[in-house]
C-alpha cells in the first residue's frame, strides 16, 4: 500500500479529523442516512416496534461480530460461530429436557463456548494451523455434536420468565431489554481494541506478525484469547438465540457465519487484517439490518435482500482498491510530471 | 497549504454538524410509538390476508397458495400477501410473521415448521388484533385460532398403508421417508401409520423397520432413499407421505436395480408423478387437491374475522363454493377426503 | 523397500488409506455396500462432488478459494431444466454446451475481480454466491423443473453403465484425468503452484500471475457448469435452492484430500479421492446402520484430522530441506 505521505499531511491531520473521516464513521453516517430515507419512504418503519423487531433479528449477529472483527485484524478467520451456537442451543435443549436447573444449564452452555473457542485457538497457535481450514473442520464438527447431542428433536418449553425477559422491551420505546447486555459487549471490545495496548497488539498482529513478535508482543497467546473469546460470545449469541424463539434444535443459527463476515467485512475491516474498527462492524451490521427489515415490511422478496448483500460486499472492498488506484495512478503522474520537467531543464547553458 | 488546512478544518466541521443532525433526526424518527394499525377493526372492505408457508419454492405449496389467493378473492379480501422463507426454517418464519403484525395485517395462514418455535410471534400477532389459521401443518393449539386440515389426519395414514400393504401383497419390510423430523403433520401421520400396523390383524405380517428424514430437499430424500435400500437390502416397501420425498424417491428406484420391485407409494403431486407412474415405478399413491386447502383457509380467516366463528368446536362457516364447514375438535377443521391416482386417472389432473 | 516407504510419503497416502479402510470395514459388516447397486451409487454421488473438487483444486493451488460453486452449480443446473422445456428436442450436447459456458462466464466474472481489482478470492466469492444465488433465485421463483421434464436419454446418462461404471463417472474420470495432466505436466499448470507457494517471487520469475488466476477461476467456472448438466441428470428437481450449501462441501472434500488452504501444494486426484471419501462416509454409516447424526461429525474430525496431517508432512519436509541445504554447503 503506498500512501502519499508528506510532513505537512501527517501533522496537520487532527483526531477528531481523522475519526470523524475514517471508513467506521462514513458507514455510520450511511446507515443513519438510510434509516432517515427508509423511515421517509416506507410505511410504519419510523415506530417502536421495528426498533424491537429489527433489533431482535439483529442481535445475535451482532454479537458475534464483536469478537470476530478482532480475529479478522489479526488475519484469521473463524467459521465455526454459528456451529458453536448451534451446538450451546442444542445442551441447553438436552439438559433442560433433563430437568437440569435452568441457571447450571445456562453455566454449562457458556463453558460449552469456551471450551469450543479455546479448541479452535489451540488449533491455530499450538498446532499452527491455518484457521480457515481449521474453523471450516471445526464448522462441520460442532454442527454434528449438536445434532448427536439433540438429533432431530426440538425442546420448547424453557422457563417463561426467561423467554419473556428475552423479548421484553424498555418501556414504550421498543428497543429490547437485552440490547443492554449487548451495548456492554460493544463497549468492552471497543475499549479493548481502540484503547488499550493489546488491542493496539492485535492490530499490529495484523499488519505483520513478524514485526509483532519482534516488538515483544505474544501473538500465540492473543490470538488464543481471541478465538476463547469469540465461542463465549457464540455461545452468549446461541443461548440468546434459544430463548428469543423459545426453541433448542440442531439447525438454530445455521448459515449465521457468513451473515456475521458479510457485515464485518461491509463495515469497513479488511480481510487482510490490520485495518477496521468495532464502530464500523456495528454499522455494517446495522446497515444490513436495516435493510433486510425494510425489504421485509415491504414484503420484497428474500432475493432482493440477497443480491443487495452480495453487491454491498463486492462493491465494499472494490471501491478502496479502485480508490487506492486512482490515487496512486495521481501520484505516479504527479511524480512523471516532476521528473519530465526536471529532464527537460538545462544542466548547463552549453546544451 | 493554508488553502489545505482550512479544506481540512472545514470538512470536520461539516462532518461533525452532519452526524449531529443525523443522529437527533434518526432518533427522533425512531422513537416515537406510533400505533401500527388495530388488525381487528379494520373494516370488512379493506382487510388484508397474508399467508406463510413452510418454505417458498415447492411445488405443493405452490398449488395451495394458488387456491388461496382465490379463495382470498371470493372472500372478500382486498389484499392478499405470499411471504415466506426460502429455506423451510423454524426461527426464519418469525421475522415474515414479525412483518405482518407491523402492518397490521388481519388474518395470517401459516402453515408451521416448528410448532413452537412460531408461538411467540404468532401470539404477539394476536394481541394485534390479527387471526391465525394454520394449515397444512399445525402450531401448537395456544397460538392459533384455528386449523384447516387436508383431510382427517388417520384416514390419511390408513390410506397409505392399505396401499402399501396391497402393494407388497400383505407381507414384508417396509420403511418411512419422511420430510423434517419435526413437521407437525408428518408425525401424526406416522403415529397413526405405526398404531394401525400394530393394531390392525390385516397386517400383521409387515415390519415398518425404519423411518429417515429427508427434510423435503430432493437431494438429501434421493440419498436417504439409496441408504434405506443399503442398509435393509430385503425392503418391500417405501411409503413416503411428502411430494418432495415420493418424487426423489421414485427418481432413485427407477434409476436403479429396484424399479418395480420395491414398492412405493405416499403423497405426491400427479405432475411430478406421472413419468414415474407410466414407467412402472409407481403403482398408486394419494393425495388431495391441494388447491381447496387454501381456499378453504382464506374463507376460516374471513369467517373468524367476521366473528362468526371463534374457532370452538361445533362452529360453522361458508367455504365458498366449497360449502359448509364445521369446526371439530381442536379447533379442527377438515377439507375433504383423500385421491388416489394411478395411471388409469393421473392424466385428468393437472397439479 | 526405500520405494515402498516413498509411497507413504505421497500427499494422498493419508486419504486413499482412510478410503481403503472404511470400504473395507464397511464391507465386512453389510456386504450388500459392494454390490453392482452399491458402487454405482456410490460412483454417482462422488462424480458431481469430485469434479467440483477438481476445480475447487485449482483454485486452492493458487492460493484463493471460490465459495460461489454451490450458486454457480444451481444456475447452471436451472438453465438446464429451463433449455430442455423451451426448447424441446434439443440436442444434449447443446444443452451441455449452454451449461458449461453459463458456468465459464460466471467464473470469469469472479476471475475479473480477483485477478484485476485484486482483492480477496475469499471476500469476492463470498459476495457472487450472493449474487448468483439470488439471480438463481430470481429467475426460477417457484419453478422447479423436474426429471420428466428432461428426456429419458439425458437422465439415462446417469442410469447406463460401460464396465458397470456409470456414464457421467466416466465423464468425470476423463476430465479428472486432463486436470490432472495439466497441473502436473504442463507449465501454465506448474506455474499455478509457484504463484500458491509465493506469487511475488513468481512474478518476478516471469509467471503471468494475473492471467493464471483469471484462467483459474474461469476453469473452475466452466467445470461447476458441467457439475451442473450432471446434476440435472441425476437428481429430480432443479430451481432456486439447487446447490445450496454445497461450496463448504467441495472445500472440505479438497482439503481432505490433501490440497492445503495455503496454497501451493496438492493434486486433483487427493481431490477427487477426498471427495469419494466423504461421500462414502455418509453411505457406508448408512450401510452399517450408525445413526445417522454422527455423519457430520465424523466429516469434522476428517477435516482436521487431514489438516493436521497436512501440518506435520510440510513441518517433516521444512525440517528435510533444511537440513539437506546445511549439508550441501
Known sequence: MSEVLSAEIVAGRSTATRVLTSRGAVMWYLVLAV???????????????????????????????????????????????????????????????????????????????????????????????????????????????????????AVANFPRGLTTWATSKIGTTGIPVFIIIVLALIAIFAVVLHLTPFGRGLIAIGFSKEAAEFVGIDVGRAKFYLYVATGLVSSMAGIFWTLRYSSARSDNASGLELAVIAAVLLGGISIFGGKGSIPGAVAGVLMIGVINYALRLQRISDVVLIIVTGTLLIASVVGPSIFEWLSRARHDRRVHKDLTITANTPLSPAS | MALLRTARRFLVATAATTALALLVTGCSSAAPPSASGNASSAPAANRSITFIPKQLNNPYTDVVLGGGKKGATAAGFAKSNVVGPLEASASSQVSFINAETQAGTNAIVIAAND?????????????????????????????????????????????????????????????????????????????????????????????????????????????????????????KGIISPTTVGIAATARYLSTSKYKGKVALTGLGLPNEMRKFVKDGTVTEFALWDPAQLGYVASFAGKALLDGTITGKEGDKFTAGDMGERAVGANGVVIVGPPTRFNKDNIDNYNF | MNRLWSVLRWREFPVAAALVGLVILTYSVNPTFLAPQGVKDLLLNATILVILAAGQTLVLVTQNVDLSVGSVLGLTAYAVGVSFATFPGIPIIAVFAIAILLGGVLGAINGLLVSVAKVPALVITLGTLYIYRGINNAWAGGKQYFAGDRPDSFGNLSVQTVLGIPLITLIALVILAIVAIYLAGVRSGRDLYAIGSDSDAAKLYGVPVTKRIFAVFVANGLLAGLAGVLYASRFNSVGATTGAGMELQVIAAAVVGGVAISGGVGSVVGAALGGLLLTTITSSLTAIRVDKFWQQAVVGALILAAVVIDRVSSLRMTRRLRVSEARNV
Open chain 1, 35 to 153: 434509516v432517515i430515507v427508509l423511515s421517509l419512504v416506507v410505511p410504519r418503519f419510523a415506530s417502536a416496534r421495528t426498533a424491537g423487531f429489527l433489533l431482535l433479528d439483529v442481535i445475535p449477529i451482532l454479537m458475534i461480530a464483536l469478537p470476530m472483527t478482532l480475529v479478522i485484524i489479526t488475519g484469521e478467520i473463524d467459521l465455526s460461530v454459528a456451529s458453536t451456537a448451534g451446538l450451546t442451543s442444542a445442551v441447553m435443549g438436552v439438559l433442560w429436557a433433563r430437568g437440569m436447573n435452568i441457571y447450571l444449564v445456562l453455566a454449562v452452555c457458556l463453558i460449552v463456548g469456551l471450551l469450543a473457542g479455546a479448541f479452535n485457538g489451540f488449533m491455530v497457535t499450538w498446532v499452527g494451523l491455518p484457521s480457515l481450514a481449521v474453523t471450516i473442520g471445526t464448522l462441520a464438527l460442532f454442527r454434528g455434536l449438536a445434532l448427536v447431542v439433540i438429533g432431530d428433536n
Open chain 2, 115 to 235: 410448532p413452537d418455535a412460531v408461538c411467540p410471534a404468532l401470539t404477539e400477532a394476536r394481541n394485534g388484533g390479527a387471526k391465525i389459521v394454520a394449515f397444512d401443518s399445525d402450531t401448537n393449539p395456544t397460538c392459533r385460532d384455528l386449523f384447516v386440515s387436508q383431510v382427517v389426519a388417520k384416514d390419511v395414514a390408513l390410506i397409505q398403508v392399505e396401499l402399501i400393504a396391497q402393494q407388497i401383497g400383505g407381507a414384508g419390510d417396509i420403511a418411512i421417508l419422511s420430510a423434517t423430523a419435526n413437521a407437525t403433520n408428518q408425525n401424526e401421520w406416522i403415529k397413526y401409520m405405526e398404531a394401525e400396523l400394530a393394531s390392525n390383524p390385516k397386517y400383521k405380517d409387515i415390519k415398518l423397520v425404519a423411518k429417515v428424514y429427508g427434510d423435503d430437499a430432493d437431494t438429501k430424500s434421493f440419498q436417504e432413499a439409496q441408504g434405506l435400500l443399503q442398509a435393509y437390502p430385503n425392503l
